[in-house]
């Protein structure tokens, strides 16, 4: 505790000196889960810390600015996605990276950056997601049959920010990133020893039109898992296109998603898709929000093979009470899975909560 509050006291100082930002983003929930009797878990309620960080980012001079952020809410290795070998980060560091504003139409990061994946819904804020669609986190009530896909990748959250480059093509409110990034997990030889030899391959354009009312984004991203023999064919992709409309009094979006595993032995694939929709009222103080998604995941590995099918729908309220950056939040949110057998599982969801978020230095 001592060591941390010193490189903040630090981080402070050398921030006010250059004229930089320290800011804070806290947001707490109450949560409770029901489930019906198929879906065979116990219901639940929890206070607990959705989202914890603080963001340092500033400037060297007009051409190099740099970013930190660290997220004490994450756990320091994610399951399944540890990064020793990689880039000596844990999960807690969002991003670490440096960019080189090179000219007026072109930028190149290096570190630890926002890869783009998942679409609008990956770029949304964390703090801001009530309802996710399988393909953020590759789950909906709970993992089923068919979960090739998480079991090779959890989905777009996990894999939110890699380390490597990435270059930003701008002009006229239109933003081109190419990116080359590290793989999706630790890669080692039965001898222990490091052995990726690809990464991560991301190409995505995001648009705004009509003084920034309309933004329009689509990505395409590419990986092929590696495992102690090295690179066994098997390739991952994720493709998300959609469109979103955000004025002083209306705010809604449409999002097309798509994540395909191939199983290098078989060439056999599982593909998951979403259709997700957001529409929500601006009233002064509150802001009333429709939230739903429709999913299939089609399973093509493995000795059961059928459709998934999931559906999603749910209801926020936010409201603040004052100009201030803090407010309170409700949400209740619905969720179904009908796996390949059996009956259908459902969860419902009710989240009460409050985030507060500003600058340290102001």
């Keep these: 505790m001592k060591a941390i509050l010193a490189l903040l006291s630090g981080l402070t ?9 320290l800011n804070y983003d806290f947001r707490g929930d109450w949560q409770s889960y029901t ?41 320091a290795v994610d399951t399944g996605i540890t990064n020793a070998k990689r880039d000596s980060l844990n999960s807690s560091v969002e991003y670490a990276y440096v960019t080189d504003k090179m000219s007026d139409l072109f930028a190149l990061s290096l570190g630890k950056v926002n890869t783009e994946i998942g679409g609008l819904e990956g770029a949304t804020a964390g703090p801001d997601l ?14 089923l049959s068919g979960a090739n896909i998480g079991i090779n990748q959890s989905g777009a959250s996990n894999i939110l920010y890699m380390t490597g480059a990435k270059g930003d093509f701008n002009f006229l409110d239109q933003h081109i990133y190419v990116m ?12 222990g020893n490091f052995n990726q030899n690809r990464g991560l391959m991301g190409l995505t354009w995001k648009g705004s039109f009509f003084d920034k009312a309309l933004t329009g984004l689509a990505s395409y991203h590419e990986v092929s898992p590696q495992s102690a023999t090295g690179d066994t064919g098997n390739k991952h992709n994720f493709i998300s296109a959609g469109v979103k409309y955000d004025t002083s009094s209306w705010v809604g979006s449409l999002e097309y998603t798509t994540t395909t595993y191939k199983d290098g032995a078989s060439g056999n694939k599982d593909t998951l898709t979403s259709e997700i929709a957001k529409f929500g009222y601006k009233l002064d103080q ?9 999913s299939e995941e089609e399973i093509g590995i493995g000795t059961t093979t059928g459709t998934n099918k999931f559906m999603g729908y749910g209801v926020v309220v936010e409201y603040k009470p004052t100009a201030e950056n803090f407010r309170y ?3 209740y949110n619905t969720i179904s899975a009908k796996p390949i057998s059996g009956d259908t599982q459902t969860r419902t969801e009710i989240v009460l909560g409050a985030r507060l978020l500003g600058d340290f230095l102001k």
């Design 329 to 331: 939040h409700l949400a």
């Design 286 to 294: 509150w802001t009333p929000r429709l939230e739903l998604f429709s």
């Design 13 to 21: 100082a050398f921030a006010s000196a250059h004229a930089n930002t």
């Design 130 to 143: 009530y309802l996710v669609s399988p393909n953020y986190q590759h789950t909906a009530v709970k993992t």
């Design 180 to 191: 080359v990034l590290n793989n999706i997990a630790d890669s080692a030889d039965p001898a």
């Design 35 to 75: 489930y019906n009797t198929a879906a065979g878990l116990p219901d639940s309620t929890r206070f607990y810390l959705k989202t914890g960080r603080l963001d340092f980012k500033g400037n060297l001079n007009d051409r190099f600015s740099y970013q930190l952020r660290w997220g004490f809410y994450k756990p």
